[in-house]
């Protein structure tokens, strides 16, 4: 029998996922960061930065950064000095970012279409390896996990930012009826498209809660792993090293 997971709500073949998310973000490319304000009222700029200042980007180190197609790590990035390989398994979300970066003068960003599942990076080729907003929508969390592992550095940085589950009484509540029902009606104005956004909010409602991706982190052989939540948890910051 074939493995099934999730995708959003729904269950699918474990074979058809990736296809499927490839989909998704096709179909939003070009209105992502427009959709990211609206969802957020621009809160994710803040969390980006935050995200940014854990990493403590370096002068010359090579930093992977997965999911990152638009390019919003990237550049935050970048002004620092690292030596930064872009990587999405969608192409139109890289061209979204190459295009930002060339409106910005940026031209030293590398660009590379990858699934995170199966990197084509050579064993320990990066000193730090960020992903923000995008390992919920893979398909085997695990595996892109230990690719991380395999391509880091012994020393190395592993850095996630993803939505998780609050724990602020009430609020949690709040935001899931704001989830549900106005950010697939925003998707619909904004990008017209409502589907697709809809998956986005299941998909985070689908994903491990930040103790249980703590653990998914350990196992795949980080060590020192940390959990740094963000309002309650709606967004979390997990970390870990390669010793």
Not at 90 to 101: C, F, H, K, S, Y
Request: contains cysteine.
């Amino acid at each position: 029998m074939s493995e099934t997971v999730s995708f959003g709500y729904r269950d699918v073949d474990a074979s058809e996922k990736a296809g499927m998310v490839r989909s998704v973000f096709s179909g939003v490319a070009s209105s992502y960061d427009l959709m990211n304000d609206a969802m957020s009222g621009g809160m994710h700029r803040l969390w980006k930065d935050q995200f940014v200042s854990r990493v403590k980007p370096r002068k010359d180190e090579a930093i992977l950064d997965m999911a990152g197609g638009t390019g919003d790590i990237a550049f935050r990035m970048h002004k620092y000095g690292a030596q930064i390989t872009v990587s999405d398994i969608n192409p139109e979300m890289l061209a979204v970012g190459q295009e930002r970066a060339k409106k910005r003068g940026i031209e030293d960003l590398k660009w590379s279409e990858q699934n995170a599942e199966e990197l084509t990076f050579d064993d320990r080729s990066f000193n730090a390896y960020t992903i923000a907003f995008g390992i919920r929508n893979v398909t085997f969390i695990d595996k892109a996990l230990r690719e991380a592992h395999r391509v880091l550095k012994y020393g190395g940085r592993f850095y996630c930012l993803e939505f998780s589950t609050t724990t602020w009484p009430g609020f949690s509540d709040i935001y899931d009826k704001y989830s549900h029902k106005l950010v697939p009606k925003l998707g619909k104005m904004l990008a017209n498209d409502e589907e697709s956004y809809r998956y986005l909010i299941e998909s985070i409602r689908r994903f491990p809660p930040m103790p249980e991706f703590e653990r998914m982190i350990k196992e795949a052989g980080f060590t020192q792993t940390k959990v740094e939540p963000i309002l309650g948890g709606l967004v979390a910051i997990h970390s870990g090293w390669k010793a």
